[in-house]
């Protein structure tokens, strides 16, 4: 069973930053696709970023310049970036990997879900 494990969520003042990280035993990430999504109160998910196999970058437009994605390999994590925090940024971030190939930021793309780390951005 592949089971990614999020962290690093939690409150944050507007303008703030947080890191997220995305990890799951046994299995080497870099081989997966793996996307973030997040899913605010009353809305549906939707992506935020995504990489491949290959390293390939992809960011849904409200992302870029403020998100990074990116993957270590010696800690076997993968992380998610996010700057400049708006308290519009307020849901429960999720990780999904997927065997690819490419990656995607459509939730339907990805077989494995986390449970999510809640980020909550207010004054």
């Known amino acids: 069973q592949v089971q990614p494990v999020e962290s690093g969520g939690g409150l944050v003042q507007p303008g703030g930053s947080l890191r997220l990280s995305c990890t799951a035993s046994?299995?080497?990430?870099?081989?997966?696709?793996i996307g973030w999504f997040r899913q605010a109160p009353g809305k549906e998910r939707e992506g935020v970023a995504c990489i491949d196999s290959d390293g390939n970058t992809y960011y849904e437009q409200f992302a870029k310049g403020r998100f990074t994605i990116s993957r270590d390999n010696a800690k076997n994590t993968v992380y998610l970036e996010t700057n400049s925090l708006k308290p519009e940024d307020t849901a429960i971030y999720y990780c999904?990997?997927?065997?690819?190939?490419?990656?995607?930021?459509?939730?339907?793309?990805?077989?494995?879900w986390g449970q999510g780390t809640p980020v909550t951005v207010s004054s």
């Open positions: 999904a990997l997927d065997q690819g190939p490419g990656s995607s930021l459509h939730p339907a793309f990805y077989a494995y």
């Open positions: 046994g299995r080497t990430l870099r081989n997966w696709a």
